[in-house]
């Protein structure tokens, strides 16, 4: 079945070092990738996307990749912060659903 | 802009009874929304998919009969937990997305507790 999966359950980086967010796909089909913030207690929070014929997109302080030979997705933040400190999701999406398919989390873990 | 929220926030109840979420979109016309089920240290679970006017499309597993949906306007969903159980305590999220290829927006989530 569908699955969207990451390679490390917790990462704990030191502040201002850069982090790497890891996350692996199953469905070859998804067409459309997203990486969400999740802190304690809250709804997912956008972070940034990516659509199946790109692979890399920056934003602010993030950068995502895309390697759709591997189906591997990675998440990348710079000069990590405290107020990074959350849960990050991936999410894949096809066209044809329109659904979003959550991977496991990645607690990611500031260390001042 | 694109704002949802949820309400309540936080709800206890006690087992056998039933419980409303609602989900709301502020500042846009929702489509589609979807609800999450998202347990402790887990990921978020897509349970069902509602779109305006019509009936709730439910994921595999998902007892329709036990969470019912109710897309009643384009701002408006709500979740009807019936009879509940402790096994049903869990965070709730929904989602707004204004057109099939648009971004989800979620809500801030409901916390449900079943004593």
């Known amino acids: 079945g569908e699955s969207v999966g990451l390679h490390l359950p917790t990462l704990s980086v030191q502040e201002g070092d850069n982090s790497i967010i890891n996350c692996a796909y199953s469905?070859?089909?998804?067409?459309?990738f997203i990486w969400y913030k999740q802190e304690s207690g809250k709804g997912p929070q956008f972070i940034i996307d990516?659509?199946?014929?790109?692979d890399k997109r920056q934003g602010q302080r993030v950068t995502v990749l895309l390697n759709k030979t591997v189906k591997h997705l990675s998440l990348q933040i710079a000069a990590t912060q405290p107020g990074d400190s959350a849960v990050y999701f991936c999410?894949?999406?096809?066209?044809?659903?329109?659904?979003?398919?959550f991977g496991q989390g990645t607690t990611l873990q500031v260390k001042p | 802009g694109a704002v949802v929220s949820q309400h309540p926030s936080r709800v206890i109840c006690k087992s056998g009874t039933s419980v409303k979420i609602e989900c709301r979109s502020l500042?846009?016309?929702?489509?589609?929304m979807f609800w999450y089920r998202q347990f402790p240290k887990q990921s978020l679970m897509l349970m069902a998919t509602?779109?305006?006017?019509?009936?709730?499309?439910?994921e595999q597993g998902v007892e329709k009969d036990k969470f019912l949906i109710n897309h009643a306007s384009l701002t408006l969903s709500t979740l009807t937990v019936t009879s509940a159980h402790p096994e049903d305590s869990s965070f709730y999220i929904c989602?707004?997305?204004?057109?099939?290829?648009?971004?989800?927006?979620f809500g801030p989530g409901t916390r449900l507790t079943v004593t």
């Open positions: 989602s707004a997305q204004r057109g099939r290829e648009s971004e989800q927006y």
């Open positions: 469905n070859s089909a998804s067409d459309y």
């Open positions: 990516i659509r199946s014929n790109m």
């Open positions: 999410a894949e999406k096809t066209s044809n659903t329109g659904k979003l398919i």
């Open positions: 500042d846009f016309q929702a489509t589609t």
């Open positions: 509602s779109n305006e006017g019509s009936k709730a499309t439910y």
